[in-house]
């Protein structure tokens, strides 16, 4: 019999990180309207709740949706808020998938509900190898204390210095605004060939803007998540140019297989724009869960655990590449590098991927 399933959406639509929010936002929205015109039988339907970028109103955001009767959540941003998050849900037995939240801690805690379908060692993988085909010799890391941030600033300093570079490490507390202090002392001290920024949006803004003011002697600034966005470009059309940041798509948007072209089309009827990568994430570990979902219902499961086993025998090629869960962890996932090159973000890491070759050296303010 066809079933309608609520499922419960935490997501930051307000606060420092709204803008990478209602992009996932908007790609869990097209994952809906794909599904539901593809399924045949069952129905999913979203709640949305704004968890304002806070730890504290994403644990009361999951707590409402369950009492408003959903049977898992997709979403979150940000590891400080998805694990608050998503051990309200396990502590409600219900599952949780995010492509948000790459802290190593998550996939460590055990449990039978939690799944997300990128990690750490995916971005570490495409920064250290975009940094391999710069051939340089020094990079200087300015990164946010956060657990996230600090674990993969780690890891990529590990992985540099065993390569023989020259690694600076730079932490920053989330709460500052001013990093003319600690791009002057890369600039002065390091005087490396690339500065690594490891953070959020708004530490990217703060960071671009201090070294747009004191110019440091460096051929490129590369980041992490939430940076290669159409969005980052229409905000900061003076702070982007040549920027590199961790982008599966292209800007604008190409596919080639029948399901890229159902989420371009469905996106474009929804928003009438390109989608960018983070609406990929979110349409991606949506469909995942609503599929999961469908199988638990046809097996009548869904209330006693089924949609958490279903999604850990998930083995499918999806728009991010193929996705297994191990213990909750997708350790298929490898990231592509993208840069902001005029109106465009092209991808330019790894080559087989690759939709035009980077323009390198190049910083925003020459």
Same mark, same amino acid.
């Given at each position: 019999?066809?079933?309608?399933?609520?499922?419960?959406?935490?997501?930051?639509? #307000?606060?420092?990180?709204?803008?990478?929010?209602?992009?996932?936002?908007?790609?869990?929205a097209?994952a809906? /309207?794909?599904?539901?015109?593809?399924?045949? &039988?069952?129905?999913? &339907?979203?709640?949305?709740?704004?968890d304002?970028?806070? +730890?504290?109103?994403?644990?009361?955001?999951?707590?409402?949706?369950?009492?408003?009767?959903v049977?898992?959540?997709?979403?979150?941003?940000?590891?400080?808020?998805?694990?608050p998050?998503?051990?309200?849900a396990?502590?409600?037995?219900?599952?949780?998938?995010?492509?948000?939240?790459?802290?190593?801690?998550?996939?460590?805690?055990?449990?039978?509900?939690?799944?997300?379908?990128?990690?750490?060692?995916?971005?570490?993988?495409?920064?250290?190898?975009?940094?391999?085909?710069?051939?340089?010799?020094?990079?200087?890391?300015?990164?946010? #204390?956060?657990?996230?941030?600090?674990?993969?600033?780690?890891?990529?300093?590990?992985?540099?210095?065993?390569?023989?570079?020259?690694?600076?490490?730079?932490?920053?507390?989330?709460?500052?605004?001013?990093?003319?202090?600690?791009?002057?002392?890369?600039r002065?001290?390091?005087?490396?060939?690339?500065?690594?920024m490891?953070?959020?949006?708004?530490?990217?803004?703060?960071?671009?803007?201090?070294?747009?003011?004191?110019?440091?002697?460096?051929?490129?600034?590369?980041?992490?998540?939430?940076?290669?966005? +159409?969005?980052?470009?229409?905000?900061?059309?003076?702070?982007?140019?040549?920027?590199?940041?961790?982008?599966?798509?292209?800007?604008?948007?190409?596919?080639?297989? /029948?399901?890229?072209?159902?989420?371009?089309?469905?996106?474009?009827?929804?928003?009438?724009?390109? +989608?960018?990568?983070?609406?990929?994430?979110?349409?991606?570990?949506?469909?995942?869960?609503?599929?999961?979902?469908?199988?638990?219902?046809?097996?009548?499961?869904?209330?006693?655990?089924?949609?958490?086993? /279903?999604?850990?025998? #998930?083995?499918?090629?999806?728009?991010?590449?193929?996705?297994?869960?191990?213990?909750?962890?997708?350790?298929?996932?490898?990231?592509?590098?993208?840069?902001?090159?005029?109106?465009?973000?092209e991808?330019?890491? +790894?080559?087989?991927?690759?939709?035009?070759?980077?323009?390198?050296?190049?910083?925003?303010?020459?």
């Amino acid at each position: 019999m066809a079933e309608e399933f609520l499922v419960g959406e935490q997501e930051p639509l #307000t606060g420092a990180l709204a803008r990478v929010g209602t992009g996932m936002h908007e790609g869990i929205a097209v994952a809906v /309207e794909v599904f539901n015109n593809t399924n045949g &039988k069952h129905t999913i &339907k979203v709640l949305t709740e704004d968890d304002e970028s806070s +730890p504290a109103k994403a644990i009361a955001a999951v707590e409402k949706l369950a009492s408003q009767g959903v049977v898992a959540f997709t979403g979150g941003y940000g590891s400080n808020n998805i694990g608050p998050a998503s051990d309200a849900a396990n502590k409600l037995g219900l599952p949780y998938i995010t492509s948000g939240g790459v802290d190593n801690g998550l996939v460590q805690r055990g449990y039978k509900t939690f799944f997300r379908i990128n990690n750490t060692a995916g971005y570490q993988k495409a920064m250290v190898g975009v940094l391999g085909d710069m051939k340089i010799e020094s990079a200087s890391i300015i990164y946010s #204390t956060k657990e996230a941030t600090a674990h993969l600033a780690e890891d990529v300093q590990k992985d540099l210095s065993g390569k023989g570079l020259k690694v600076g490490m730079h932490p920053f507390d989330p709460g500052i605004s001013d990093f003319k202090p600690i791009v002057n002392k890369v600039r002065l001290r390091d005087k490396s060939d690339v500065i690594l920024m490891v953070g959020y949006e708004n530490d990217y803004v703060g960071i671009l803007r201090a070294a747009k003011v004191l110019k440091p002697d460096v051929s490129a600034m590369v980041g992490v998540w939430s940076l290669a966005t +159409p969005k980052m470009a229409a905000d900061f059309p003076d702070l982007m140019p040549k920027v590199y940041g961790t982008a599966l798509l292209p800007y604008p948007a190409q596919f080639k297989t /029948e399901e890229g072209k159902a989420f371009y089309d469905a996106y474009k009827k929804l928003y009438n724009k390109d +989608p960018d990568y983070l609406g990929q994430f979110g349409y991606v570990q949506s469909m995942l869960l609503f599929e999961a979902i469908a199988r638990a219902a046809d097996k009548g499961t869904v209330k006693n655990g089924g949609i958490a086993e /279903e999604l850990a025998k #998930t083995d499918r090629n999806t728009l991010i590449g193929r996705v297994q869960f191990t213990e909750g962890d997708n350790l298929n996932f490898v990231h592509h590098m993208g840069q902001h090159q005029g109106d465009r973000i092209e991808i330019v890491w +790894p080559a087989d991927a690759a939709t035009a070759p980077m323009q390198y050296p190049g910083v925003p303010w020459k």
